[in-house]
Protein backbone atom coordinates (compact mmCIF):
# COMPACT_ATOMS: atom_id res chain seq x y z
CA UNK A 1 0.00 0.00 0.00
CA UNK A 2 1.16 3.61 -0.87
CA UNK A 3 2.23 6.15 0.86
CA UNK A 4 -0.72 8.34 -0.34
CA UNK A 5 -2.97 5.58 0.36
CA UNK A 6 -1.88 5.64 3.83
CA UNK A 7 -2.32 9.21 4.33
CA UNK A 8 -5.98 8.68 2.64
CA UNK A 9 -6.70 6.16 4.85
CA UNK A 10 -5.24 7.93 8.32
CA UNK A 11 -7.59 11.14 6.99
CA UNK A 12 -10.42 9.26 6.65
CA UNK A 13 -10.12 7.67 9.94
CA UNK A 14 -9.86 11.09 11.64
CA UNK A 15 -12.43 12.74 9.54
CA UNK A 16 -14.69 10.38 10.66
CA UNK A 17 -14.30 11.07 14.22
CA UNK A 18 -12.54 7.79 14.90
CA UNK A 19 -9.39 7.71 17.14
CA UNK A 20 -7.39 5.28 17.44
CA UNK A 21 -5.33 6.00 20.41
CA UNK A 22 -8.74 7.65 22.20
CA UNK A 23 -10.39 4.00 21.39
CA UNK A 24 -7.48 2.34 23.45
CA UNK A 25 -7.50 4.42 26.40
CA UNK A 26 -11.68 4.08 26.42
CA UNK A 27 -10.85 0.06 25.66
CA UNK A 28 -8.61 0.24 28.63
CA UNK A 29 -11.01 2.86 31.13
CA UNK A 30 -13.54 0.31 30.58
CA UNK A 31 -11.63 -3.18 31.59
CA UNK A 32 -10.64 -1.10 34.99
CA UNK A 33 -14.46 -0.16 35.31
CA UNK A 34 -15.58 -3.59 34.95
CA UNK A 35 -12.63 -4.82 37.36
CA UNK A 36 -13.37 -2.45 39.81
CA UNK A 37 -17.02 -3.13 39.91
CA UNK A 38 -16.58 -6.66 39.88
CA UNK A 39 -14.48 -6.10 43.03
CA UNK A 40 -16.91 -4.25 44.86
CA UNK A 41 -19.45 -6.59 44.16
CA UNK A 42 -17.19 -9.38 45.68
CA UNK A 43 -16.65 -7.33 48.56
CA UNK A 44 -20.37 -6.76 48.62
CA UNK A 45 -21.22 -10.74 49.38
CA UNK A 46 -18.56 -11.19 51.42
CA UNK A 47 -20.17 -8.36 54.02
CA UNK A 48 -23.49 -10.35 53.19
CA UNK A 49 -21.89 -13.74 53.86
CA UNK A 50 -20.36 -12.74 57.19
CA UNK A 51 -23.58 -10.84 58.30
CA UNK A 52 -25.06 -14.04 57.65
CA UNK A 53 -22.83 -15.91 59.72
CA UNK A 54 -23.17 -13.48 62.77
CA UNK A 55 -26.71 -13.22 62.64
CA UNK A 56 -26.69 -17.50 62.79
CA UNK A 57 -24.56 -17.23 65.87
CA UNK A 58 -26.28 -14.48 67.18
CA UNK A 59 -29.49 -16.15 67.07
CA UNK A 60 -27.81 -18.57 69.56
CA UNK A 61 -28.14 -15.72 72.22
CA UNK A 62 -29.55 -17.62 74.97
CA UNK A 63 -31.53 -14.60 76.45
CA UNK A 64 -35.15 -14.26 74.34
CA UNK A 65 -35.55 -10.67 72.66
CA UNK A 66 -32.39 -9.88 73.17
CA UNK A 67 -31.17 -12.56 70.33
CA UNK A 68 -33.42 -10.43 68.42
CA UNK A 69 -31.83 -6.99 69.33
CA UNK A 70 -28.53 -8.23 68.18
CA UNK A 71 -29.89 -9.66 64.90
CA UNK A 72 -31.33 -6.37 64.08
CA UNK A 73 -27.91 -4.72 65.12
CA UNK A 74 -26.23 -7.32 62.65
CA UNK A 75 -28.86 -6.05 59.84
CA UNK A 76 -28.15 -2.53 60.09
CA UNK A 77 -24.57 -3.18 60.05
CA UNK A 78 -24.60 -5.08 57.09
CA UNK A 79 -26.26 -2.44 55.59
CA UNK A 80 -24.01 0.55 56.64
CA UNK A 81 -21.57 -1.16 54.87
CA UNK A 82 -23.32 -2.05 51.79
CA UNK A 83 -24.27 1.64 51.64
CA UNK A 84 -20.28 2.64 51.99
CA UNK A 85 -19.27 -0.35 49.39
CA UNK A 86 -21.65 1.95 46.66
CA UNK A 87 -20.68 5.44 48.20
CA UNK A 88 -23.98 6.15 49.21
CA UNK A 89 -25.11 7.61 51.89
CA UNK A 90 -26.86 5.31 54.91
CA UNK A 91 -29.61 6.70 57.47
CA UNK A 92 -30.34 4.41 60.13
CA UNK A 93 -34.27 5.15 60.36
CA UNK A 94 -34.31 5.03 56.58
CA UNK A 95 -33.03 1.74 56.85
CA UNK A 96 -34.68 0.25 59.48
CA UNK A 97 -38.60 1.94 57.99
CA UNK A 98 -37.53 -0.09 54.40
CA UNK A 99 -36.32 -3.34 56.36
CA UNK A 100 -39.67 -3.22 58.34
CA UNK A 101 -42.02 -2.61 54.74
CA UNK A 102 -40.25 -5.53 53.23
CA UNK A 103 -40.82 -8.16 55.91
CA UNK A 104 -44.56 -6.83 55.68
CA UNK A 105 -44.60 -10.01 53.26
CA UNK A 106 -43.16 -12.36 54.86
CA UNK A 107 -45.13 -11.97 58.24
CA UNK A 108 -44.98 -15.44 59.07
CA UNK A 109 -41.34 -15.76 59.00
CA UNK A 110 -41.35 -12.58 61.10
CA UNK A 111 -43.66 -14.09 63.72
CA UNK A 112 -41.56 -17.70 63.61
CA UNK A 113 -38.49 -15.70 64.04
CA UNK A 114 -40.22 -13.99 67.30
CA UNK A 115 -41.36 -17.51 68.52
CA UNK A 116 -38.37 -19.25 68.18
CA UNK A 117 -36.33 -16.45 70.28
CA UNK A 118 -39.75 -16.59 73.35
CA UNK A 119 -39.23 -20.69 72.94
CA UNK A 120 -35.57 -20.05 74.63
CA UNK A 121 -37.52 -19.01 78.11
CA UNK A 122 -38.95 -22.22 78.15
CA UNK A 123 -35.99 -24.74 80.29
CA UNK A 124 -34.81 -27.68 78.59
CA UNK A 125 -37.00 -28.90 75.04
CA UNK A 126 -37.84 -25.42 74.18
CA UNK A 127 -34.86 -23.69 74.83
CA UNK A 128 -32.47 -25.99 72.62
CA UNK A 129 -35.22 -25.97 69.65
CA UNK A 130 -35.18 -21.73 70.14
CA UNK A 131 -31.92 -21.46 69.70
CA UNK A 132 -31.75 -23.73 66.56
CA UNK A 133 -34.70 -22.23 64.89
CA UNK A 134 -33.70 -18.69 65.92
CA UNK A 135 -30.67 -19.06 64.15
CA UNK A 136 -31.81 -21.00 60.97
CA UNK A 137 -34.01 -18.10 60.52
CA UNK A 138 -31.50 -15.43 61.05
CA UNK A 139 -29.41 -16.56 58.99
CA UNK A 140 -31.66 -16.91 55.85
CA UNK A 141 -33.69 -13.38 56.89
CA UNK A 142 -30.23 -11.52 57.09
CA UNK A 143 -28.90 -12.92 53.77
CA UNK A 144 -32.43 -12.70 52.27
CA UNK A 145 -32.11 -8.69 52.99
CA UNK A 146 -28.55 -8.49 52.44
CA UNK A 147 -28.96 -9.66 48.87
CA UNK A 148 -31.75 -7.76 48.31
CA UNK A 149 -30.40 -4.57 49.06
CA UNK A 150 -27.44 -5.10 46.87
CA UNK A 151 -29.12 -6.25 43.79
CA UNK A 152 -30.80 -2.54 44.29
CA UNK A 153 -27.34 -0.87 45.07
CA UNK A 154 -26.12 -2.80 41.92
CA UNK A 155 -28.47 -2.06 39.74
CA UNK A 156 -27.64 1.87 40.53
CA UNK A 157 -30.41 2.48 43.07
CA UNK A 158 -29.55 4.16 46.61
CA UNK A 159 -31.85 4.13 49.99
CA UNK A 160 -34.49 7.21 48.81
CA UNK A 161 -34.89 4.84 45.60
CA UNK A 162 -35.53 1.44 47.29
CA UNK A 163 -39.32 0.68 46.97
CA UNK A 164 -40.48 -2.20 49.40
CA UNK A 165 -43.53 -3.03 47.36
CA UNK A 166 -41.46 -3.72 44.17
CA UNK A 167 -38.85 -5.69 45.90
CA UNK A 168 -40.95 -8.20 48.14
CA UNK A 169 -40.84 -10.55 45.27
CA UNK A 170 -37.03 -10.55 44.91
CA UNK A 171 -36.92 -10.98 48.41
CA UNK A 172 -39.07 -13.96 48.69
CA UNK A 173 -36.76 -15.33 46.08
CA UNK A 174 -33.21 -14.89 48.35
CA UNK A 175 -35.21 -16.12 51.49
CA UNK A 176 -35.62 -19.55 49.82
CA UNK A 177 -32.09 -19.43 48.37
CA UNK A 178 -30.91 -18.16 51.98
CA UNK A 179 -32.33 -21.37 53.18
CA UNK A 180 -30.00 -23.72 51.22
CA UNK A 181 -27.23 -21.12 52.00
CA UNK A 182 -27.67 -21.77 55.22
CA UNK A 183 -27.61 -25.03 55.22
CA UNK A 184 -23.96 -24.95 52.97
CA UNK A 185 -22.89 -22.80 55.82
CA UNK A 186 -23.36 -25.29 58.67
CA UNK A 187 -21.56 -27.86 56.43
CA UNK A 188 -18.84 -25.54 55.81
CA UNK A 189 -16.06 -24.83 58.50
CA UNK A 190 -17.66 -22.57 60.58
CA UNK A 191 -16.30 -20.28 63.67
CA UNK A 192 -15.03 -22.97 66.15
CA UNK A 193 -17.71 -23.03 69.45
CA UNK A 194 -14.79 -21.16 71.42
CA UNK A 195 -14.92 -18.31 68.58
CA UNK A 196 -18.94 -18.68 68.88
CA UNK A 197 -18.72 -18.01 72.14
CA UNK A 198 -16.93 -15.31 71.90
CA UNK A 199 -19.33 -13.69 69.29
CA UNK A 200 -21.97 -14.36 71.33
CA UNK A 201 -20.54 -13.22 75.07
CA UNK A 202 -19.82 -9.49 73.26
CA UNK A 203 -23.10 -9.39 71.58
CA UNK A 204 -24.88 -10.50 75.08
CA UNK A 205 -22.67 -7.67 76.26
CA UNK A 206 -23.89 -4.91 73.30
CA UNK A 207 -27.49 -6.13 74.12
CA UNK A 208 -27.22 -6.04 78.16
CA UNK A 209 -26.39 -2.19 77.83
CA UNK A 210 -28.36 -1.21 75.61
CA UNK A 211 -30.92 -2.48 78.10
CA UNK A 212 -29.13 -0.64 80.60
CA UNK A 213 -29.31 3.00 78.38
CA UNK A 214 -33.12 1.75 77.99
CA UNK A 215 -33.80 1.31 81.85
CA UNK A 216 -31.91 4.51 82.68
CA UNK A 217 -34.34 6.11 80.18
CA UNK A 218 -37.01 5.10 81.46
CA UNK A 219 -36.40 6.28 84.99
CA UNK A 220 -35.66 9.62 84.05
CA UNK A 221 -39.03 9.67 82.35
CA UNK A 222 -40.63 8.72 85.32
CA UNK A 223 -38.76 10.47 87.45
CA UNK A 224 -40.12 13.56 85.39
CA UNK A 225 -43.66 12.25 84.93
CA UNK A 226 -43.77 12.27 88.74
CA UNK A 227 -42.50 15.71 88.80
CA UNK A 228 -44.92 16.92 86.90
CA UNK A 229 -48.02 15.45 88.85
CA UNK A 230 -46.19 16.87 91.83
CA UNK A 231 -46.26 20.07 90.49
Not at 105 to 127: D, E
Not at 145 to 169: I, N, R
Not at 212 to 220: C, F, L, T
Amino acid sequence: MSDNTTATLDGANFESGVDPVSKIFESVADSVSEIDARDRHQKALHHVKNSTILAMTAGMIPIPVADLVAITAIQLRMLQKLTKEYDLKFSKEIVQSLIASLVGGSASTAAGLGLASVLKGVPMIGQAAGVIGTSTMAGFFTYAVGMTFLHHFKSGGDLLSFKPEQMKAYFQSEMERGREVVKRLRSEKLPSRAEQASEIDALTKQVSEMAGKMEAMMAVMSANDSKVGLG
